[in-house]
């Protein structure tokens, strides 16, 4: 269906129709429409023009006012100040806006249908390495930025650039030649390992090989020629090296089975995947003059990059013993991004300490023109996951704290809290561990999520699952009393009637829920999915003021008002509902 106008565009149309009967001159002009405490909307962009026309601002404001034919849209329009506009809308264009919203599958929100291709490279784990609380951000974020993206009208392709190569596997796969049994899948009963279970093969066989790497000069040297084995694509050596491969994907996906991720096969292509790309990606950009050689290595310099010696710190892309660096698979990747994917957009969802690697690589494929105005690179940097105490979150004995610990714990606790809500709302045993479960891993995505990318937050499990403040499950809690009512709601249904008086927490409700539309653009145009997290906390905080004012089935309101206030009611439900699926965290019904 056509695009839903937000109460805003319709606003600001009126006041671009009155600057233009007033002042014919300024008809381009911009009224800078936003949102008000001191009324609906407050425009601004009166003041900025009358310093154009060399006028007093406040008497234009007036001008501009009066040229506005009377309509159903604008109650009021007050000059105040200098010559800011104070407008309130009409009760009835908020309920006929909502209504259209409402009519809408999508809530309003428009689908671009000319949209580019962005590939987001996000949630990548190392092959034969336990996944850590370092690796969540990356995955957490990234999924939700797939769903926003994907919702208005980009189109996404998921790529994992996992971890899959380097020296390292010359000495896992000697040593599972020399014990060929270490990775065996099966169990006595035939039955496939778990993923945890495949995590603890990786990590027992890569502790024994490590001992025997330091240790034994002779294994030491076997294990070196395996890793020129392995970059000649010797066979034997391959197929050992997918079996690590095999196996960490087990364990990979049961962690993003924990965290509700959809993870597909397709989409994993680590660094493995550029290896044929990476000779000829190095010949271009010699030949074209973008990297040179210096000290046998081939390097990429720039002005503004220098070492704290203040000589140039290069981007070495090939080093002097003819090895590659991540520099030669980060440019290969682009290539292939460009090159074949067709990507308009690349989107890097990776830790902020790796911020100038990036800037580096993004100017060297901006130099040799596989980025350039058409095609763009963007790394959404994030910051650290910190604990209780404000320092990076470690176990107390100083290590790094397991993914897979740090879930189970979040779901442990959110079990908790809905059991102890649980005989109340007649919750079945099936239906705790399945709440337990949403609401869990709802908290550590939420927590992630309402925290800009940019920053570092603490990892606070209390706080997490708590039913009050900022946090998903007080949003799960709102939308699933919305759920509630329309149980109890009888015959009576969702009807807006355009021609009541609101209530002051009806209208604040109404207006909130118009802009559902601009912020979820918002935050696919900036990246910024902390944007749709603070709206829909905002909501659900409105809805309890709502909730709390305006009663719905108790005491029994008159029909059209029981109805109006059913009809934003279900609306507030279907924005949640939607706003918290674009985040990856589900809304159970009953809570």
Partial sequence: MASVPSLASTVQQRLADGLSAALPDAAS?????????????????????????????????????????????LKEIEVSGPGFLNITVTDAAIVRTLAARAADA?????????????????????????????????????????????????????????GDWGTQFGMLIQYLIEHPHELDHKGEDGAEVSGEEAMSNLNRLYKASRALFDSDEEFKT????????????????????????????????????????????????????????????????????????????????????????????????????GGFGYAATDLSAIRDRVQNLKATTLLYVVDAR???????????????????????????????????????????????????????????????VVREKAEKVGLTESEIVENGQYVGIGAVKYADLSTSAARDYKFDLDQMVSLNGDTSVYLQYAYARIKSIFGKAGDRTPLAHPELELAPAERALGL??????????????????????????????????????????????????????????????????????LLGIRTPERL
Wanted: glycine share 6%.
């Fill in 29 to 73: 002009a911009d009224p800078l429409l936003r949102r008000s405490d001191r009324a609906d909307f407050q425009a601004n962009g009166i003041l900025a023009l009358a310093k154009q026309l060399k006028g007093n601002p406040r008497e234009l404001a007036t001008q501009v006012v009066a040229a506005i034919p009377e309509n159903d849209v």
């Fill in 106 to 162: 999508r809530l309003g929100v428009p689908f671009n249908e000319s949209a580019g291709t962005t590939v987001i490279d996000y949630a990548q784990p190392n092959v034969a390495k336990e996944m850590h609380v370092g690796h969540l951000r990356s995955a957490v974020i990234g999924a939700a930025m797939v769903e926003i993206l994907e919702f208005t009208g980009e189109s996404v392709v998921r790529r994992h650039h996992i």
């Fill in 222 to 321: 076997r294990a070196r020629a395996r890793v020129v084995d392995l970059q000649a694509g010797d066979g034997e050596t391959l197929a050992l090296w997918q079996r690590f491969v095999d196996e960490s994907k087990i364990y990979f996906y049961s962690v993003f089975d924990k965290l509700d991720m959809d993870i597909r096969d397709g989409d994993v292509v680590g660094e493995s995947g550029y290896n044929d790309m990476l000779v000829e990606t190095c010949r271009i950009l010699e030949e074209s003059g973008v990297a040179v050689r210096s000290e046998g290595a081939l390097c990429v310099f720039f002005d503004d990059v220098k070492g704290p010696d203040g000589n140039p710190t290069p981007l070495i892309v090939q080093k002097s013993d």
């Fill in 354 to 416: 790796q911020s100038l690697h990036f800037k580096m690589v993004f100017e060297t494929a901006r130099r040799a023109g596989w980025l350039n105005e058409d095609v763009k690179a963007v790394q959404l940097a994030f910051g650290t996951v910190l604990g209780k105490d404000g320092k990076p979150f470690k176990t107390r004995e100083g290590e790094t704290v397991r993914l897979v610990d740090l879930l189970d714990e979040a779901v442990d606790r959110a079990t908790s």
């Fill in 512 to 581: 909130h829920l118009d802009q559902f539309a601009e912020t979820v653009s918002d935050a696919a145009t900036e990246y910024a999915p902390h944007k749709l997290t603070a709206y829909l906390y905002q909501l659900a905080s409105l809805y309890t003021t709502f909730y709390d004012q305006c009663p719905v089935i108790k005491p029994e309101p008159a029909q059209e008002v029981a109805e109006n206030r059913l009809f934003l009611c279900d609306l507030t439900a279907r924005t949640l509902h939607q706003g918290m699926a």
